[in-house]
């Protein structure tokens, strides 16, 4: 799949020795790591970064983070591989389908599609932030019988073109990501029509924060009092669809986009008193006028037989033409 400038969307990269060039005259570095030519496109661990950029840099994280997954796993009494595996078979993933792992991490996923769905001939790609982590994805992966492309970036300037991907899914970091709405756009601008975009992280279901055993999940992991992000999510989103995994301590929203969305008509007229339609209730407002004057203009209306949206727009225009008379 060719990389699209993350500066200037509309231009595809091209590959020169081990870089890649915008026509703009960008130029981003790769670095060859085994089978994987990785292009590094915005990496934490060279530049300064945000506060909550900071949990993700460092040479050990991919070690600090398996760590944790195993205790997170063994907390849900629930093997990992089988916990992935059952999320992406809810997908129905279509044969040669092209999906992409945001903020990959050490490449679980990744390596799930990669062995446990093998027969569907995916095509995988995986991006993370964190040099560390790609790096260690990618050794995971060097045996991988798949298509896979990795790359370090952010996810809120995804180095891809439009509408590349029949799945965005992204497992347990985005509540930290510094551009939390920036990413969700950034997932739903790559992905198809028909795709999906699927988003799990920590996030505690509503019904049991004030039940005992949330609040001992609360106290054990602040991140669990997290709310999904349903008002980060772009207005084009439809079927969306939201529940809770993992001991109900993570919520799970999935979402497709309807490019032709919102395909309402503004303009159908009401029928009733009021009339008028949803645009021009909206824009045609005009000032408010003394109660026993809206009153009259009621009742000059129902004896006319209009609404009064109607019979508003017959003053204006009959005394706008006597004027011009
Ligand atoms: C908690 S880990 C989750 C890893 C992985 N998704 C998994 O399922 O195990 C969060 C990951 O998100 C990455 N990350 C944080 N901010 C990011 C951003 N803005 N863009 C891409 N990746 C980011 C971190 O480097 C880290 O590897």
């Given at each position: 799949?060719?990389?699209?400038?993350?500066?200037?969307?509309?231009r595809?990269?091209?590959?020169?020795?081990?870089?890649?060039?915008?026509?703009?005259?960008?130029?981003?570095?790769?670095?060859?790591?085994?089978?994987?030519?990785?292009?590094r496109?915005?990496?934490?661990?060279?530049?300064?970064?945000?506060?909550?950029?900071?949990?993700?840099?460092?040479?050990?994280?991919?070690?600090?983070?398996s760590?944790?997954?195993?205790?997170?796993?063994?907390?849900?009494?629930t093997?990992?591989?089988?916990?992935?595996?059952?999320?992406?078979?809810?997908?129905?993933?279509?044969?040669?389908?092209e999906?992409?792992?945001?903020?990959?991490?050490?490449?679980?996923?990744?390596?799930?599609?990669?062995?446990?769905?093998?027969?569907?001939?995916?095509?995988?790609?995986?991006?993370?932030?964190?040099?560390?982590?790609?790096?260690?994805?990618?050794?995971?992966?060097?045996?991988?019988?798949?298509?896979?492309?990795?790359?370090?970036?952010?996810?809120?300037?995804?180095?891809y073109?439009?509408?590349?991907?029949?799945?965005?899914?992204?497992?347990?970091?985005?509540?930290?990501?510094?551009?939390?709405?920036?990413?969700?756009?950034?997932?739903?601008?790559?992905?198809r029509?028909?795709?999906?975009?699927?988003?799990?992280d920590?996030?505690?279901?509503?019904?049991?924060?004030?039940?005992?055993?949330?609040?001992?999940?609360?106290?054990?992991?602040?991140?669990?009092?997290?709310?999904?992000?349903?008002?980060?999510?772009?207005?084009?989103a439809?079927?969306?669809?939201?529940?809770?995994?993992?001991?109900?301590?993570?919520?799970?929203?999935?979402?497709?986009k309807?490019?032709?969305?919102?395909?309402?008509?503004?303009?159908?007229?009401?029928?009733?008193?009021?009339?008028g339609?949803?645009?021009?209730?909206?824009?045609?407002?005009?000032?408010?006028?003394?109660?026993?004057?809206?009153?009259?203009a009621?009742?000059?209306?129902?004896?006319?037989?209009?609404?009064?949206?109607?019979?508003?727009?017959?003053?204006?225009?009959?005394?706008?033409?006597?004027?011009?008379?």
């Amino acid at each position: 799949m060719k990389y699209f400038c993350p500066i200037h969307l509309d231009r595809p990269l091209s590959q020169e020795a081990l870089a890649l060039t915008c026509a703009e005259g960008h130029e981003i570095p790769m670095e060859q790591c085994g089978r994987f030519s990785i292009p590094r496109f915005d990496v934490a661990e060279e530049r300064e970064v945000s506060v909550n950029e900071r949990l993700y840099v460092g040479d050990s994280l991919n070690v600090k983070y398996s760590n944790f997954l195993d205790w997170l796993f063994r907390t849900f009494r629930t093997s990992e591989v089988e916990f992935r595996k059952s999320i992406f078979e809810r997908m129905s993933l279509a044969h040669g389908a092209e999906v992409l792992v945001t903020g990959c991490g050490n490449g679980d996923d990744l390596l799930v599609l990669s062995d446990l769905f093998g027969d569907l001939d995916l095509r995988l790609h995986g991006q993370d932030i964190s040099n560390t982590m790609v790096t260690h994805s990618a050794g995971r992966l060097e045996d991988s019988r798949q298509v896979v492309e990795l790359n370090v970036s952010n996810a809120s300037h995804l180095p891809y073109g439009e509408e590349q991907f029949d799945v965005v899914f992204h497992f347990g970091g985005i509540n930290y990501f510094s551009e939390r709405a920036a990413a969700i756009s950034e997932m739903t601008r790559v992905v198809r029509p028909a795709g999906k975009v699927v988003i799990i992280d920590e996030g505690l279901a509503p019904w049991l924060r004030d039940t005992e055993y949330g609040r001992m999940m609360l106290n054990n992991n602040s991140l669990w009092s997290a709310q999904p992000p349903l008002r980060e999510l772009p207005l084009n989103a439809v079927d969306v669809c939201l529940s809770w995994v993992l001991a109900n301590c993570f919520y799970l929203l999935e979402f497709s986009k309807d490019p032709e969305f919102p395909n309402v008509d503004l303009d159908v007229v009401h029928v009733g008193q009021r009339g008028g339609s949803i645009r021009t209730r909206y824009h045609g407002q005009l000032e408010g006028v003394a109660p026993h004057l809206r009153d009259m203009a009621r009742r000059q209306a129902v004896s006319r037989g209009m609404s009064d949206s109607e019979y508003l727009a017959a003053l204006i225009e009959s005394d706008v033409a006597r004027d011009s008379a």
